[in-house]
Every structure is written in C-alpha cells, then in structure tokens.
C-alpha cells in the first residue's frame, strides 16, 4: 500500500559555494515511511538532511514539502554538533524540544517540566535533569537527544547518525524507540553506517554516492554489487568540480 509524500525530489542537487555534495536526485519519502540513508564517508548523506529540512537550498531541481511546515520536522544532529562545553544541564538541552510550542523567551511551566521528565524517563534518564551535560557518556547524550525529538512530536524524524560511538544496549533501546515511532506512522529518514542493521530494521533505503545508486527495498538496494558501485563511484569524485557535466555546457 501507497501513501501520499511528505517529501518529493526533482532532479536536486545540493551543495555549498558551488561546489555540489549531492547530485541529479529524484525520488519521494512517504508518509509513514522508515528508510535509511547509506553510503561512503563524504557522499551526501548529512546534506541531503539539510535540504529536506530547507536550511540548505537546492542548487538546481526542486524539494517540495508536502502537507509539512517548519514545525513538523524534528532534527536529531550528529553529537559532535553539540558543544559539551557549554554549561548547560539536560534539562536545557531536552527542554529545547519545546520551543516550537512555546518560543525561545517563554518560561518553563509545570506541565512542560513533567514533559521533560516523562521524556527523560522513556529513554532511560529518570532523573537526570539537572545533570550537566559535558558530563554525560556519548549514549546518555544520544538519549538526551531522542528525549529532545520526542517532546518536538513531528510527523517526520530526520536522524544523522543516531547510533555513532555508543554501546549496544543504547543502541537496542534508541532502535525500540524509533520502531515507535514508526508504528506511529511518523517519517523516519536516518542516516546510517551498519548495512547489517540497516537490513534488520530500516524497510527501506537510499545508497548514496553523491549521486543515487540506489533507492528501494532496503534486501534489494543494498546488494553488494551497489555497495561496491557506492565506494567506487565516491573515491573517484573530485572535489573541486564546480558543477556536474550536465550543467556545465
């Protein structure tokens, strides 16, 4: 069964001062849908979260977000984007989940500090919230940030590298989470490196090399003949190319 997108690409190409990332991409993400986004270091991947989220614009095509607005996108970024050395406490960091409903200047009432604790609790922090965060293990963070997502209540879940340097057990529990939500007929886009975990949990996904390899049933577009297409196709991209050869007449 067929749902209608939430997100439709047109022949885009992202990338920065000129120089693309992503190239020549088309394709929907559908409602409800849980697809992960694979590929070499370096092929696209955190850019093409970027443009689904609109902080970066194509280049050329188009990414048209249907029956979505700013408020329906909840963003997980790659822990190494969060300064640990700020001196904030989880609770902050958790409670910034809730800007979208109550603005950046609004204080913090009861009921949104029971959120907080709910969200806490339900990826196992019960009880950190006044916990600095420069103090927590590389999982605690990665939960305090799932806590994050789940006060936001999207409809559509981007995930950049959700399961990177943290043990297994973190990992088992974040994966329950994100199953969750899928039965919630939430999106669920997440960049991933583990072909394995990918094949066990993610119906579906997009092999990317700069350009797409492959975009489908998660069995069929990670076959190692499109695995090796991927490394290939990466190492020989050069990185000063100004444009892609279609455009470039």
């Given at each position: 069964m067929t749902h209608a997108p939430h997100f439709r690409l047109?022949?885009?190409?992202l990338g920065y001062e000129g120089h693309p990332a992503v190239h020549h991409l088309d394709g929907v993400f559908e409602a409800g849908s849980m697809t992960a986004v694979f590929g070499p270091n370096g092929s696209g991947k955190s850019t093409l979260l970027k443009g689904l989220m609109g902080t970066l614009k194509p280049l050329s095509g188009s990414i048209e977000r249907l029956d979505l607005d700013v408020r329906d996108i909840a963003y997980l970024p790659q822990a190494q984007e969060i300064d640990r050395s700020f001196p904030a406490s989880v609770?902050?960091?958790v409670s910034l989940g809730l800007i979208r409903r109550t603005g950046f200047f609004s204080a913090v009432g009861k009921g949104q500090r029971?959120?907080?604790a709910t969200a806490l609790a339900a990826v196992g922090l019960g009880g950190f919230q006044g916990r600095p965060i420069g103090s927590l293990s590389g999982g605690q963070l990665q939960r305090s940030l799932f806590a994050r997502v789940l006060l936001q209540d999207a409809k559509v879940i981007l995930l950049d590298e959700p399961f990177s340097a943290i043990d297994a057990r973190t990992v088992s529990d974040l994966l329950s989470l994100i199953h969750r939500w899928h039965a919630e007929r939430r999106t669920i886009i997440a960049v991933l490196h583990?072909?394995?975990l990918i094949r066990a949990h993610f119906p579906d996904s997009l092999v990317l090399a700069r350009e797409p390899v492959?975009?489908?049933i998660s069995e069929d577009a990670l076959m190692p003949a499109n695995l090796l297409k991927a490394r290939r196709m990466n190492q020989a991209w050069d990185e000063n190319a100004p444009w892609c050869e279609e455009n470039a007449a």
């Open positions: 047109t022949d885009v190409t609770h902050d960091l029971e959120e907080i583990d072909a394995d492959a975009w489908g």
